[in-house]
């Protein structure tokens, strides 16, 4: 079993910044691609960005120059940086692991861009 837990979202201003924190307690996270996902309401959950057990990144379009995701595999713990917020970015946020044909999420964490 494989738990994530996320932490980092609030209230922001648009043009604002968060960071959000992805945790697991499982060593296997950092044999893993992790993807961030994101939910806003009456909306389908999109995949924002993405990073290999390489470090190598992938972000959708719409975040491209303002979103940054990394990750400690010391810590098992993966980031999303998350810059010049704009209020379509308001949604619930999720990490996400594969492992072995299972996709696990955490419980999201709510980011809200809103002046």
């Known amino acids: 079993q494989v738990q994530l837990v996320e932490s980092g979202g609030g209230l922001v201003q648009p043009g604002g910044s968060l960071s959000l924190s992805c945790a697991s307690s499982g060593s296997i996270f950092s044999r893993r691609t992790i993807s961030w996902y994101r939910q806003a309401p009456g909306e389908q959950r999109e995949l924002v960005a993405l990073?290999?057990?390489?470090?190598?990144?992938t972000y959708v379009d719409s975040v491209k120059g303002r979103f940054r995701i990394s990750r400690d595999n010391a810590r098992n713990t993966v980031y999303l940086q998350m810059n010049n917020l704009k209020p379509e970015d308001t949604a619930v946020y999720y990490c996400s692991v594969l492992v072995t044909g299972t996709r696990y999420w955490g419980q999201g964490t709510q980011v809200t861009v809103s002046s």
């Open positions: 990073i290999t057990t390489g470090g190598n990144p």
